[in-house]
């Protein structure tokens, strides 16, 4: 059984920073690519940041673009979406998730992610 559980994120003030964790069981991580997504209220959930499986490659939305970074520990199973700068805008509900195939570039669908964590509240006050 697939679990993803995040961690760390807060309230912090704006200009703030946070380092956010994903622990994934269940499969080895080292296979997938994985990403970053939040949901703020009222919103649709949207992509924020994506790391192909050997960690070569990333993609990042162009709201964070300078501001997050996407990083992964495969002999630790785990993801992290490192947070500087924050904006009350950055306020959500941020998930990590597995994309659906091995060995597959990073992508920006959430369609493409088949695991999902339960999230972790990130708000930026100003």
């Known amino acids: 059984q697939v679990q993803l559980v995040e961690s760390g994120g807060g309230m912090v003030q704006a200009g703030g920073s946070l380092r956010l964790s994903c622990a994934a069981s269940?499969?080895?991580?080292?296979?997938?690519?994985m990403g970053w997504f939040r949901q703020a209220p009222g919103k649709e959930r949207e992509f924020v940041a994506a790391i192909r499986w050997s960690a070569d490659s990333t993609v990042y939305a162009d709201s964070v673009k300078g501001r997050f970074t996407i990083s992964r520990d495969n002999a630790k199973n785990m993801v992290y979406l490192d947070l500087i700068s924050l904006k009350p805008e950055d306020t959500a509900l941020y998930y990590c998730?597995?994309?659906?195939?091995?060995?597959?570039?990073?992508?920006?669908?959430?369609?493409?992610?088949?695991?999902w964590g339960q999230g972790t509240q990130v708000t930026v006050s100003s």
């Open positions: 998730a597995v994309y659906g195939r091995r060995f597959a570039a990073p992508s920006m669908n959430r369609d493409d992610y088949d695991y």
């Open positions: 269940g499969l080895p991580l080292s296979l997938y690519a």
